[in-house]
């Protein structure tokens, strides 16, 4: 019972993650209440990140151009890579401003039930880098780096979920037979700050035991 063009912008913003059909359409009333230039410089940014951003060459990470801002980052440690699931998992662990190496992006997770496999990631290129390095990378990796390996650590962060552990499980396997100097770690999990015992499920209590450390 609306014009066409506001039940198409409805459906096209309900098929945002997290939007459903409500929210699509207060987002669309919003858009026809605001000034002209306003509803064009959202769809001039629309356009142009589509057109303009891409996947970095090196870690897939997103970039505008061949290399992402973080490959290109002569300051970062070459011989340490963090593994993550997609570009968004970058954010939250460059936030903490305790990793200075670099990332390498996957591009999803192994889930055989969704007929994803270590073909469909991005572990071809994870394994390589760890054995040969970047040729044609500008940033030389450190002297010393053990087994003749451009890189000593993959830290895997993939996320706490099934197709998460399996994930690492997997690279962790794989990188042993490929690197056994090589040092693969995975990101330590527990309770959060401020939490409370009896609100934690079992398996977090478990790992927060599991992973315990010396005071």
Not at 25 to 45: F, G, M, W
Not at 72 to 99: N, Q, Y
């Amino acid at each position: 019972m609306q014009p066409a063009p506001i039940e198409r912008l409805t459906a096209a913003f309900s098929r945002l993650p997290g939007i459903g059909p409500r929210t699509a359409q207060r987002l669309t009333y919003h858009v026809l209440s605001r000034p002209d230039d306003e509803a064009r410089a959202l769809a001039a940014a629309l356009i142009e990140v589509k057109e303009r951003i891409g996947a970095c060459r090196i870690c897939f990470n997103l970039a505008e151009g061949d290399r992402c801002v973080i490959c290109e980052d002569a300051r970062r440690d070459p011989t340490v890579i963090c593994v993550v699931e997609g570009p968004a998992d970058v954010l939250p662990v460059e936030r903490t401003h305790e990793f200075r190496g670099r990332y390498h992006v996957l591009g999803g997770a192994l889930s055989p039930v969704d007929g994803v496999g270590p073909g469909d990631l991005h572990l071809d290129e994870l394994y390589r880098r760890v054995l040969e390095g970047d040729p044609d990378d500008p940033v030389a990796p450190l002297p010393g780096a053990p087994g003749g390996s451009p890189v000593r650590e993959v830290v895997v962060a993939t996320n706490p979920t099934t197709s998460g552990e399996a994930t690492a499980l997997h690279v962790a396997h794989e990188l042993r037979q490929r690197a056994p100097d090589v040092t693969v770690t995975r990101l330590a999990s527990g309770l959060p700050v401020g939490a409370d015992l009896e609100h934690a499920d079992e398996v977090t209590l478990g790992r927060a035991f599991a992973g315990r450390r010396a005071l």
